[in-house]
């Protein structure tokens, strides 16, 4: 059982988003960078599965080198190798080329990644590299049972959820409640010192998107506070001056 | 050459965000001189699927396939490339959803098309083709500029208010050569809360949070979201509590939703809560604390008991 993790690192989830360079660069200037909690599930489950198949896990990033402490932290987790390949993960498809490119090279069973990344939110990649290789995608996947070789998921739809079962090898979408967050061990730090890291070029050049310039959104106008006492008058305030309702 | 709109029924009948996406795609079509036209899935009657012109398909074309009657990305995915082929279409059009998410990856392949997700606003193609999308989890925006061949949009809600006009779009069957493969996935059971408003369609949306003190304490919540015809959510601990199922989960890690009203009560306002509601056009804050983080974010705040005011605000209105 080969298991393939794709990670981002993005800033953590409490960052106030700023830009510099007349808005066409992420400050990075006090940024705390962390594996991209969607795909933390993802690398949770691995392990997981590691822990009761005996899979190998590789753990494989989209970034530049500045991200090489998110790699080390997924080793620390449980990952048996990581692979990173040097480039900017900007454009979905050019991410998704760079994955089915090293899924092909090392057909693993399953590829799992996060629902999507918090920086861009795109929600596509697992989709795309599914197509790539001529595999199903599922995503978000909340419950991942194996069962010899046919996964047994539980995928959240628009007010519910439905289980599904497909042949390996699949590529998923990982969310909650697939598996608890895993938090580094001593042993486990000091083991991922040790483990490989490789680091490969990217192949294709195919950026079908680029980001022309950023933008922060304007801020809410000041709070209107309504005494409790008088708590009525905000529906009279949402239907006559908001005009919501 | 016209623009390809993917719209999703639900029982049958058109959804409201690919109403939007229709208008949507109308008013892209308007911008680059050519049509709309719509690519529907499913058992739906001809009447309905004509009422895509409502919002300014001229065309609908109907994948009839019983296959596709029940919800299916990979093979949506197949039907959308081949409408998109025989159309000749270079710009694609879809609202956000876990059936377009599915669908939209697939199709981004297929096409090797340049794909903008969360687009709040109508293109610029003044200069080659820049759209507006939401990143960051709402608390940024990207100027995206698509430069492949095909370009996907797929919007968010409350991206575009669609008009009304009288008229009728043509239905034709359209019955493209279906995947064996497509069909690797096997759905076994489906569970669906029925009759609800789907949260991410709706318009108003009572949330709640810990404050609220425990499950059977949620008829509150559920009295003020029957009387705005709103769809109910919670806050992240509740859903890891169990206390509501995590398909009502909005906030960094769940459902990223931009309603016309958010009402949060009982929810301080962590910083990964407002990512998943921030986009909401108007926010109300209720909470017993004062200095609950979240009102600095809110239009209109009520510091107060949860058990109180909800009641109250249910009555006004039904009074309305």
Request: with cysteine.
């Amino acid at each position: 059982m080969k298991i393939l993790v794709c990670v981002t690192s993005v800033p953590d989830t409490t960052t106030k988003i700023t830009f510099t360079d007349n808005n066409t660069k992420l400050n990075k200037a006090g940024v705390t960078f962390i594996t991209g909690p969607y795909d933390d599930y993802a690398l949770a489950r691995a392990v997981e599965l590691k822990e009761k198949t005996g899979a190998t896990i590789t753990v494989l990033n989209v970034g530049e080198a500045d991200s090489e402490p998110v790699i080390r932290k997924c080793l620390a987790i449980g990952a048996d190798d990581a692979i990173r390949v040097n480039a900017e993960p900007t454009d979905a498809y050019f991410v998704a080329e760079q994955i089915a490119a090293i899924a092909k090279e090392n057909s693993y069973d399953l590829i799992l990644m996060g629902r999507e990344s918090i920086d861009y939110n795109g929600g596509q990649v697992h989709g795309i590299v599914g197509e790539m290789l001529g595999i199903p995608s599922i995503s978000p996947v909340m419950l991942l049972d194996l069962d010899g070789d046919t996964a047994k998921i539980t995928r959240e739809i628009e007010g519910g959820k439905e289980s599904l079962e497909a042949k390996l090898p699949l590529v998923l979408g990982c969310q909650e409640p697939i598996a608890e967050w895993k938090i580094p061990n001593m042993r486990g730090i000091m083991t991922a010192r040790t483990k490989p890291l490789k680091v490969v070029e990217p192949t294709g050049t195919d950026k079908l998107s680029t980001v022309a310039s950023y933008e922060l959104p304007a801020p809410r106008g000041a709070v209107k506070m309504i005494p409790a006492d008088a708590a009525e008058t905000l529906i009279q305030l949402l239907h006559t001056e908001a005009k919501v309702i | 050459m016209s623009v390809l709109i993917f719209a999703e029924l639900d029982e049958g009948k058109l959804k409201k965000s690919s109403q939007e996406a229709i208008f949507y795609g109308a008013k892209v079509a308007e911008m680059l001189g050519t049509s709309a036209t719509a690519i529907i899935a499913g058992a739906a009657d001809n009447t309905e699927l004509a009422s895509a012109g409502k919002f300014g398909a001229t065309k609908v074309l109907h994948a009839t396939d019983a296959k596709l009657n029940e919800p299916n990305g990979m093979a949506y995915a197949t039907v959308v490339a081949a409408a998109a082929q025989q159309e000749g279409s270079k710009v694609i059009v879809l609202a956000k959803s876990s059936l377009a998410d599915a669908m939209t990856a697939r199709l981004a392949g297929k096409l090797k098309a340049g794909l903008a997700a969360n687009v709040i606003e109508l293109p610029n193609v003044s200069n080659g083709f820049v759209v507006k999308s939401s990143i960051y989890t709402g608390k940024a925006f990207a100027f995206n500029d698509l430069k492949a061949d095909i370009k996907i949009l797929a919007i968010k809600k409350n991206t575009i208010t669609p008009e009304e006009k009288d008229a009728s779009a043509a239905v034709e069957a359209f019955t493209p050569t279906l995947n064996e493969a497509d069909f690797a996935i096997s759905v076994k059971s489906t569970e669906k809360s029925s009759g609800d408003i789907l949260l991410p369609e709706a318009d108003f949306v009572v949330s709640a949070g810990r404050g609220l003190k425990g499950p059977e304490n949620w008829s509150v919540v559920e009295d003020l979201a029957k009387a705005l015809h709103a769809a109910t959510a919670c806050s992240k601990p509740v859903s890891d509590l169990d206390w509501r199922p995590h398909s009502e989960h909005v906030g960094q890690t769940g459902l990223k939703i931009s309603p016309n009203l958010y009402i949060a009560c009982g929810i301080s306002g962590a910083i990964q809560h407002l990512a998943g509601v921030n986009s909401s056009k108007v926010i109300v804050v209720i909470n017993k604390d004062a200095d609950a983080p979240f009102f600095k974010s809110a239009d209109y705040g009520i510091v107060g008991d949860v058990f109180d005011v909800l009641p109250r605000l249910t009555k006004a209105v039904q009074a309305l």
